[in-house]
């Protein structure tokens, strides 16, 4: 009975004890007397070797399994093999302080379910280092599937703070390469340049890569320097949540400059600009009539030459881009804007926005065509960001990504049983 508690098939309880902070059991393996791996002569026994290894708790207490490893030596003087130790995998790792079994389910407890790794080690009263080491490597199997993720259709890029470091808190950046059809978590590679993620891209498989229809990103040249060396094929996209964006960082410049010129000092509650900062940022359809009264009156009073005026009025024109599907009627319209926003009586900031829309053009009209956007990228690192809380951030990059694509890699949890490390 206490080898079923066990729940291994060919070993002997030599006893339990009571510990005063675990329970204490003593296993050895029924085996018979193995050969020599080289000159297949029959070993002698050489001694026995005690392991403490971490295992689940029993009956609500922690326990230990102490393995009585048997030690052999070749018998044939010749031979170079000299002593051994007998090693079971489906006992424990030689890379493990825990038992596979417990290897594998703080793998889940950690991965799937995204708890911390304290707080599984204070369930299993042992090392922070012992569950993360075991996460590590029975983790590994399972990001390094590679049917993990089969061919993708449309992918994205996006940053995320990964540590700050050193003395002056430099930030240090990780990119998201995501599958935006699916919304999984493909990699997470350092650095928020065209260097990591070239380097990604190009150790997959060249048909993998022309498989790739389209490539959202979100204005960023960087991102955009990886689609044009490493996916020329595939249509890029600019996500529309944050062209719109851009388009309300103009205004919000431009209604910061118009005060400072106005009354000399930055927004104060009482600032009839400061007090509509929040309405001209809202999307027109969802301001009601008293709203627009009151918007109307504090931009008489505050913007005395009409300049946050024709930036707000820049702002819908931008967002009414999206108003419709038609990638020719969104062609000539962002021509159109481009050519209206270059005008010289418009403010300096509507006609920076011109020309940065100019210079996105294609990546915004292919919107229009291929209906896809970095949204599920954005999903995805609220879910890094998730594990980042929970760990109280990291200090090393191969933790942080191994437990991300654990929580959002969506890997194939069934490997989990068959897989074995050594």
Not at 143 to 164: H, M
Not at 174 to 182: E, G, L, P, W, Y
Not at 195 to 208: I, V
Not at 318 to 338: F, G, K, M, N, S
Request: proline share 5%; glycine share 8%.
């Amino acid at each position: 009975m206490c080898e079923l508690l066990v729940g291994l098939g060919d070993v002997t309880v030599c006893g339990v004890g009571d510990w005063p902070s675990w329970l204490r059991i003593g296993i050895e393996t029924r085996r018979p007397r193995p050969s020599c791996s080289g000159c297949s002569t029959l070993a002698h026994g050489h001694g026995r070797r005690d392991v403490m290894l971490v295992d689940l708790p029993v009956f609500g207490r922690p326990s230990r399994l102490v393995w009585s490893k048997r030690r052999w030596v070749c018998p044939n003087p010749a031979c170079a093999v000299g002593v051994w130790t007998e090693q079971d995998p489906e006992i424990a790792s030689t890379r493990c302080a825990l038992t596979t079994r417990a290897g594998r389910w703080v793998t889940v407890q950690v991965g799937r379910h995204g708890r911390s790794v304290a707080e599984v080690a204070a369930d299993l009263e042992c090392d922070w280092h012992t569950v993360m080491d075991a996460v590590v490597l029975f983790g590994q199997i399972l990001i390094d599937d590679p049917a993990r993720f089969g061919a993708v259709s449309a992918v994205g890029l996006d940053e995320t703070l990964f540590a700050r470091k050193g003395e002056y808190r430099t930030q240090c950046w990780s990119t998201q390469i995501v599958d935006v059809t699916r919304g999984q978590l493909l990699d997470i590679v350092p650095g928020r340049d065209s260097t990591e993620p070239c380097r990604w891209f190009a150790a997959r498989p060249t048909a993998w890569c022309d498989g790739i229809r389209w490539a959202t990103l979100d204005l960023s040249n960087a991102y955009r320097a990886v689609f044009d060396t490493m996916l020329p094929n595939a249509v890029q996209v600019a996500d529309p949540f944050h062209v719109v964006k851009l388009a309300n960082t103009a205004l919000d410049e431009c209604r910061r400059r118009v005060q400072n010129d106005t009354l000399g000092h930055r927004g104060r509650k009482d600032d009839p600009l400061y007090r509509c900062r929040r309405l001209l940022v809202m999307a027109d359809e969802r301001v009601n009539d008293d709203g627009r009264e009151r918007l109307r009156g504090l931009l008489g009073a505050g913007d005395p030459k009409g300049d946050v005026r024709m930036t707000w009025h820049a702002k819908e024109v931008v967002r009414q881009t999206y108003d419709h599907t038609d990638p020719e009627l969104a062609a000539a319209w962002v021509d159109d804007i481009c050519r209206d926003f270059a005008d010289t009586e418009m403010p300096p900031e509507v006609q920076r926005l011109g020309r940065t829309i100019k210079r996105w053009r294609h990546q915004i009209v292919a919107w229009h065509r291929s209906h896809v956007s970095n949204g599920p990228t954005e999903a995805i690192n609220n879910l890094v960001k998730r594990v980042k809380r929970v760990a109280f951030g990291f200090r090393r990059f191969k933790h942080y990504r191994i437990r991300a694509l654990l929580y959002a890699g969506k890997p194939n949890w069934t490997l989990l049983n068959g897989h074995t490390p050594p």
